[in-house]
């Protein structure tokens, strides 16, 4: 199976997000005084073939861990889809 | 004989001439060492300098930390050897988790390169073993990822085990604890932000950073007769 993944890398609650305070700073200057709580992350998009879900989950949560996010600092989520089949490409594989 | 000094050169680093010449200015020899090199065996000691590895892409040092290298620079570490890590090289420790925590952006969003007042906490490292405790050092710092964060269990245990051994006079970046380096349990591998090699005769305007290259020398002629003698 194909899956079709989005990484969002946060800072983790607790930890300074300079980027995010300057720009909960900025945007009052452009009229707008309702927001708060501004955070800066990074997305990555992957493609990953696994035997199921599951078994995705547990491979992209290790990745995770070991390279996509720095535990000490990020927080992390994954959302992840099935990408369907081409019949043809099927056909011919 | 005179203590042979590794040199890590990931693409990217761009200071390794700078600390070779430093060291060897100190009468060390020193090796450059690229990063898919996977034997430190001929060294006594290693330096990670600065520079941007592997563009630091992803994280500053988070795919340094994968280069075959580390693996030698982990085991040279496991054994005792000194291991120093200067700006990005401290970044890579860090990523490697040879040293805790990490580094994240400067506090004030602003790249600091200036020449700073830098305490010395502790001699108790391979990096300040000749250093006063108290001496104020002004050394030249040069970087946007500097602003050192840890979980406050590490923060207890490094002020515990006094391995924080230099503080910001003025904090520049927003580190934790005014921390510009730390050491290992060990006390063998150490990380800091400033660039001693930069301040390293009175034409570069300071050469404040020679007592700490001077006490690398130092912790690197130690384990060299320590592990000749285990050899033998």
């Known amino acids: 199976m194909e899956f079709s993944v989005r990484v969002d890398v946060t800072h983790r609650p607790g930890i300074l997000d300079p980027q995010g305070a300057q720009i909960e700073r900025s945007l009052p200057a452009l009229g707008y005084r309702n927001v708060n709580q501004v955070s800066v992350g990074k997305t990555i998009r992957l493609v990953i073939e696994a035997e199921d879900e599951a078994a995705a989950r547990t491979e992209l949560d290790e990745m995770c861990r070991r390279l996509l996010a720095n535990p000490v600092i990020e927080a992390y989520t994954v959302d992840l889809s099935e990408n369907a089949v081409d019949p043809q490409v099927h056909v011919r594989a | ?232």
């Not at chain 2, 330096?47 to 592997?54: D, L, N």
């Not at chain 2, 520049?172 to 380096?181: C, E, H, R, T, V």
């Not at chain 2, 050491?183 to 932000?193: A, D, E, K």
């Open chain 2, 1 to 232: 004989m005179s203590p042979r000094i590794g040199v890590v050169l990931f693409p990217g680093t761009n200071c390794e001439l700078d600390v070779s010449w430093a060291v060897e200015q100190l009468g060390a020899s020193a090796r450059i060492v690229w990063h898919t090199d996977t034997s430190l065996a001929d060294v006594d000691a290693v330096v990670i300098p600065g520079g941007f590895a592997h563009g630091d892409y992803l994280r500053t040092g988070a795919i340094a930390k994968l280069s075959p290298v580390m693996d030698a620079v982990a085991r040279l570490a496991a054994d005792g050897g000194p291991v120093v890590g200067i700006c990005n090289g401290f970044q890579v420790l860090t990523e490697a988790g040879l040293l805790p925590g990490a580094l994240q952006k400067n506090a004030g969003l602003t790249f600091r390169c200036e020449t700073v007042g830098v305490r010395v906490e502790s001699s108790r490292s391979a990096l300040t073993g000749r250093a006063e405790p108290g001496a104020v050092l002004q050394l030249p710092i040069n970087h946007f990822e500097g602003n050192y964060v840890c979980t406050a269990e590490t923060l207890a245990e490094l002020q515990a085990e006094e391995r924080v051994v230099l503080r910001y006079v003025d904090n520049p970046n927003g580190s934790i604890d005014d921390i510009a380096g730390i050491c290992s349990p060990g006390r063998n591998v150490v990380g800091l932000m400033p660039h001693p090699e930069r301040a390293s005769d009175a034409i570069l305007g300071s050469a404040d950073g020679v007592v700490l290259l001077e006490s690398l020398l130092d912790a690197a002629s130690s384990f060299s007769a320590a592990s000749g003698a285990v050899a033998s």
